[in-house]
């Protein structure tokens, strides 16, 4: 029975009759319609779901309209002076309309040493902060999603070619430049051996993610994400296998955590304190003596009593010599998630392969993560939360207006691709033309 109808034992004998008699005409205009190769919308979606994907979350100052994020992708496809081009405006502009309430800009270089590839964004000279504005003020005109950016220091990962270019280090002559690290430490035997960092040096680049953080306030960015996860300078710091120091920076859980605390407390002190500021972090380094769970639940209770808004649970990226991978099945990483969000208490975005609507919401729902990070799925679906929004009966109204016409109540194809669970529109007529 469609949703809106009222059920048959309220309604008095004369009403039952007209019921029947309509429901009668319906199923013949139905039938004839189909004969012509109309597809009719009958769903239940109308009835109001409860999904906590699609519940708003308040993130420090800012609230969240759902719980979708899409998590930072590098694209490596900036100008050799780190700043935007088309290619930035096309990408994130289709991700700031993918129904996601978020979305975090890629890893983004603190300095020119702290690139991944010469390809790589940065936010550290004003024609590069001003790129960035006038992008975050074009995605503004037309979405309503907030927008955050990952600032990183690439460290001993720097130098190195795109993968599609082949990856591997790059030479001098090749465009490269020296790389820095906790500990004089090659990534892989045929990379760039880093220079140990002294204090000073340490003190620079904690001054680069401060005057980053604030350009990246002038651009217009609601949100920032420190990236220490994946091998990068701040989780080279944290990692026992890339930091072999003896002073201060090194040996202890405590010391090892020491430089990514610093720079987190002195971006937390010089970025608003309505907005968010998140870390992302490894939960383990997938290797028997990388860093483990328990230690990551500790460097998240620290980054909590600094001030840290969220930290996003990753893994991986420090080197690929006994690394021990458990099968990447689906949510592989939200144990981790749910761990670090019990023991810490600060809010948790979860990552890796997390696929579906229903899995998305399940991990909301169950409390494993307060928000769900996206990269591939959103490469392959740009449209992702609205068909989540679609698939769990939430009033999402997440089309923009140009876009609205393919919605599933107004367009009969819809339901066609992604199944018959939509909600016939009142706006439509039965011949699925729109108005
Ligand atoms: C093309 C691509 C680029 C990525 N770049 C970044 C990045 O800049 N910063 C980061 O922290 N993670 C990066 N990641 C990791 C993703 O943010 C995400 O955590 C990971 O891909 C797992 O999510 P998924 O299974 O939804 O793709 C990247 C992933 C992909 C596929």
Redesign the pocket.
Known sequence: MHPLQPSPGTLPREGHLRERHAARCRAAVTRALRKRGYFILTSTSTQSRASALFTSYPLAGLRLSNRIVV????QYSAGQDGAVRPWHAMHYGSCAISGAALVIV??TAVSADGRITPNCLGLYDGAQEAALTKLVADIRTYSTAALGI?LSHAGRKGSIRASWQGGGSLADSEGGWPTVAPSALPLHADWRVPAALDTLGMRRIRDFFVEAAQRADRCGFDLVEL?A??GYLLHSFVSPLSNTRTDAYGGSLDNRMRFPLEVAAAVRDAWPAGKPLGM?INSTDWHPEGLTLDEAVVFGQRLKSIGIDYVTT?AGGAGLERLQMPPLVPGYMVGFAERVRRDTEVAVMA????LTPQQADSIVAAGQADLV?????VIDNPRWGWHAANALGADARLYPRQYAQARPDRWPGYARIHGDDVAPTPGAGADGTTR
């Open positions: 998590s930072p992708m590098c890629e890893a990952q990236h996860a994946h992302r990753s990552v890796g392969l997390i990070g996206l990269a591939r799925g």
